[in-house]
């Protein structure tokens, strides 16, 4: 049975996005099956039967955030919905001409997809290729994508283009609205996923170090970065411990590999002192899942 993948959006801009996203994923992972609503988010409490149906059936979660949702209180309310409703929390937040410094409430929780190259792109992939019951293997996986990048870097060109040109626009004056009793539930919601996020991690076993060791060489390798790494079961967790430093965009894919198995996991990566820093803040650099830890060289 393919996996459910609910896209989540609001506003124009959000919805061609869904439009070129969603039967690209399909055409790359046939085994998954990706849904979005052309309603769009309801000015309503609940959803829709068909809504609620497609979420309890769901196993991935993609919000697409622009500048013109970003304060959408309906948008956050239903990423906070959709990662409670996930067991391993695999929601991702895919940022169309905003960043991470402009998410609020539960959004702000997740490892967000911060623009649409191709590098971040295949972060949501691998994620997404994590959630199957069956994921594929990264060689076929990796030739899929290389095939069928153009066709998505194309299509969302002049989606992106318009994007930029709307930046610093007002939102829409329903957007400006604030609803007291909703903000009531967001708070819960953020608390709840927070909670969710450590409690719902399961013990990591053989086979996950073994699998998250591959899938962090086959990253190395196609990022030609020759460095050591030691991929450990250390008590209730995974650690991963590597011999030098990497550059951001494999660090970012190395998170995606570990979000996917749903384990307790910690990131050490070595790093050349930051004069610019405090001591405190070069030693101990989080994500917002806390598992990233960046230790000075020398």
């Known amino acids: 049975m393919a996996t459910k993948v609910f896209i989540s959006w609001s506003g124009d801009t959000a919805r061609s996005v869904a439009r070129v996203l969603s039967p690209w994923l399909q055409d790359l992972i046939q085994a998954c099956a990706p849904f979005m609503s052309e309603d769009g988010l309801q000015k309503g409490v609940g959803w829709p039967g068909e809504l609620r149906k497609e979420l309890g059936s769901a196993r991935f979660g993609i ?72 994921p594929l293997e990264t060689g076929p996986l990796d030739r899929a994508f290389e095939r069928l990048w153009p066709e998505l870097e194309r299509d969302l060109a002049p989606i992106l283009e318009a994007a930029n040109a709307s930046k610093g626009s007002d939102p829409a004056p329903a957007e400006k609205e604030r609803d007291d009793r909703l903000l009531t539930r967001l708070d819960s919601l953020e608390r709840q996923v927070a909670a969710q996020r450590v409690q719902g991690l399961r013990m990591p076993s053989g086979h996950d170090v073994a699998r998250l060791s591959n899938a962090i060489n086959a990253t190395l390798k196609r990022a030609n970065w020759p460095m050591g790494v030691n991929v450990a079961i250390d008590g209730e967790r995974i650690r991963v411990e590597f011999t030098g430093p990497l550059p951001e965009p494999v660090v970012r894919e190395v998170e995606s590999h570990i979000d996917a198995l749903g384990v307790n996991a910690e990131m050490l990566v070595p790093v050349d002192r930051d004069p610019s820093l405090s001591q405190a803040e070069d030693r101990s650099i989080a994500t917002a899942t806390g598992r990233r830890h960046f230790l000075t060289a020398g």
């Open 63 to 134: 919000v697409i955030v622009t500048p013109e949702n970003s304060g959408s209180q309906w948008l956050h309310f239903e990423a906070g919905a959709l990662a409670v409703a996930f067991e391993d929390n695999r929601v991702v937040p895919f940022l169309i001409g905003t960043t991470t410094a402009d998410l609020d409430g539960p959004l702000r929780l997740f490892n967000a997809v911060t623009s649409p190259t191709r590098e971040e792109v295949f972060r949501l992939v691998c994620s997404l290729n994590g959630a199957l019951e069956t």
